[in-house]
């Protein structure tokens, strides 16, 4: 017998979250590789983040660094980016700034050419993986550095997956790396 005050659709509510909640996860490998990641912009050096990365509301671009990821290791479908504010704990992880996608198959080396913020026109060849969480600026798949310059620490974390090709497995983590965007 139900409960008087059990409503069906809450269970598939919860079943759809935590469907969702499980297709951000990556299962490692026995041997997770290390990810080479680097600046291909003299601008970017990961001391005070430049203007071009600052996000729009405080005068900049809000463009995301162009990055060389190296040593991706075989069996990589995609390299994931995910861009975070170390400094501001709602956005310090899991791409708090938001999340992108490049397929990587059959590549030792990927070049992320730089990615505009608060929008969802992305270069060609890169995807959203998760939309920014941030609560200022446009919405879209990166915002850029926005702390109105009280020096919080940004940072890229790189990794190197194996997307399942089905739902009821997971994808795995073949390898990972980060860099330091800079402070702003």
Known sequence: ??????????????????????????????????????????GWTGGAVPNAGVCARYGGESMSPPLAVRNIPS??????IEFNDLSYPPLSSGGGHGAIRVPAAGKTE??????????????????????????VGGAGAYLGPCSGGRGNIYE???????KSTTSSQPSRLLGKGSITLGRY
């Open 75 to 80: 069996g990589t479908t995609d390299i994931i």
């Open 156 to 162: 890229a974390d790189v990794k190197a997956v194996s």
């Open 1 to 42: 017998m139900m409960h008087p005050g059990f409503k069906p659709s809450l269970i598939i509510l919860l079943v759809v979250f935590m469907g969702s909640c499980a297709t951000g996860r990556y299962v490692p490998v026995d041997n997770v590789a290390k990810l080479d990641v680097a600046f291909t912009d003299a």
């Open 110 to 135: 990927v070049m992320i050419p730089a990615v505009p913020g608060e929008t969802f026109d992305l270069p060609q060849g890169v995807f959203m993986e998760a939309a920014h969480r941030g609560t």
